[in-house]
C-alpha cells in the first residue's frame, strides 16, 4: 500500500518562501513520475511541477523561475521549493506519483496561503 505524506504547507507574506515537502511508503520502486497539483478554492486541480525517475521536470508557466521540484531517492521524498511567493499561490498543494502501470496516488494535501503584507504609506511633496 503507498502512502503520500506531505508537510511544509503554512502562511507566510507575498515574496516569501516555502518549501514542501511529500515521503511516499509502501511501493515506491514502480513510481516513474511524482510531483505537485494543487487546488484553490472553487477551481480545478492544476499541475505545478513533476519530476519523472530520469530526473526530467516539468514546471507550471505560471511558477516558472519561482518553483524547483527535486527528489531524493534514498529518502522516498520529494520537494518543492517555493519562492518569491503571490497571493494567487494561495491554494492546497497535492503531492502525487504515477507508478509504471499508470496508477496514481495522492496525499492529503497541505494548505499554503499568501498574504499581502500591511503596506506602507509613500508621500511625496513638492
Known amino acids: 500500500q503507498v502512502q503520500l505524506v506531505e508537510s511544509g504547507g503554512g502562511l507566510v507574506q507575498a515574496g516569501g518562501s516555502l518549501r514542501l515537502s511529500c515521503t511516499a511508503s509502501g511501493s515506491t520502486f514502480n513510481f516513474i513520475a511524482t510531483g505537485w497539483y494543487r487546488q484553490a478554492p472553487g477551481k480545478q486541480r492544476d499541475l505545478v511541477a513533476t519530476?519523472?525517475?530520469?530526473?526530467?521536470?516539468n514546471y507550471a508557466d505560471s511558477v516558472k523561475g519561482r518553483f524547483t521540484i527535486s527528489r531524493d531517492n534514498a529518502k522516498n521524498t520529494v520537494y518543492l521549493q517555493m519562492n518569491n511567493l503571490k497571493p494567487e499561490d494561495t491554494a492546497i498543494y497535492y503531492c502525487y506519483a504515477r507508478d509504471t502501470r499508470g496508477r496514481v496516488y495522492w496525499g492529503q494535501g497541505t494548505q499554503v496561503t499568501v498574504y499581502w503584507g500591511q503596506g506602507t504609506q509613500v508621500t511625496v511633496s513638492s
Open positions: 519530476i519523472t525517475s530520469t530526473g526530467t521536470t
